[in-house]
């Protein structure tokens, strides 16, 4: 099986639209979730040079554009909150509308000609999608199959990313974010998909707690280079 590497939002906005141009040869994809946090740090400056590269990773990167209500449901069943497909359905018109704009206040100026509100987008696709408040807690993590952790032939990445960072991380060293950077594992294919992060407490989660291959950018352009 071919390895495959995902792109997290850092390394989104780290690895230059050039680059992205030049990737050949090897299997790379990003995510719904990498796409909201790229265009989460939008401002005046960063306008043009964003909006490039964003049409770039739409054109020539596969995106998994499910949802996180949709990878929670296929995880664990049931319903957990949104349509699955009106979040993914409102990101795309998001990035489609942010395309046509030629500037940073035409987009905040279009923003608020129709449905679409940034601020409400960015909480319903990362913070109300889950359930935030149980995802760590000892009851769902009691619930959750395979124990401490599982090993790597029945490994689920997201179950032990969470369990992992509960133990070693929630209230000792969490940091806001973390909840976000975890829902990346929900990406990550299978025990031969590397994830491409400049995070390192992220990297070390998949590597310690779900057994998954780890690069930072630096070390993902030796890899292209010697291709």
Request: glycine letters at 4%.
């Amino acid at each position: 099986m071919k390895n495959s590497y995902y792109l997290e939002a850092n390394a989104l906005i780290a690895i230059s639209a050039d680059e992205l141009l030049g990737l050949k040869n090897i299997n790379v994809y990003t995510s719904s979730v990498a796409v909201l946090e790229f265009i989460k740090g939008l401002s005046v400056d960063n306008f043009e040079k964003r909006k490039i590269k964003l049409d770039v990773i739409c054109n020539h990167l596969f995106i998994d554009w499910e949802s996180v209500n949709q990878k929670m449901m296929e995880l664990f069943g049931g319903y957990m909150g949104q349509s699955i497909e009106e979040n993914s359905y409102r990101l795309k018109q998001y990035v489609e509308l942010l395309l046509k704009c030629n500037d940073h206040s035409e987009f905040l100026s279009k923003i608020g000609k129709t449905d679409l509100s940034y601020k409400n987008l960015c909480v319903c696709l990362l913070n109300q999608t889950i359930p935030i408040g149980e995802i760590l807690s000892v009851e769902y993590m009691n619930y959750l199959p395979g124990g401490a952790v599982m090993t790597a032939s029945e490994s689920n990445i997201f179950i032990n990313s969470c369990k992992f960072y509960r133990h070693n991380y929630l209230n000792k060293t969490a940091d806001k974010n973390d909840i976000v950077d975890i829902i990346h594992t929900l990406y990550l294919k299978d025990l031969t998909t590397t994830i491409v992060t400049n995070d390192r407490k992220l990297s070390k989660i998949c590597r310690r707690g779900a057994r998954i291959n780890t690069l930072n950018v630096s070390e993902f352009r030796l890899l292209l280079n010697s291709i």
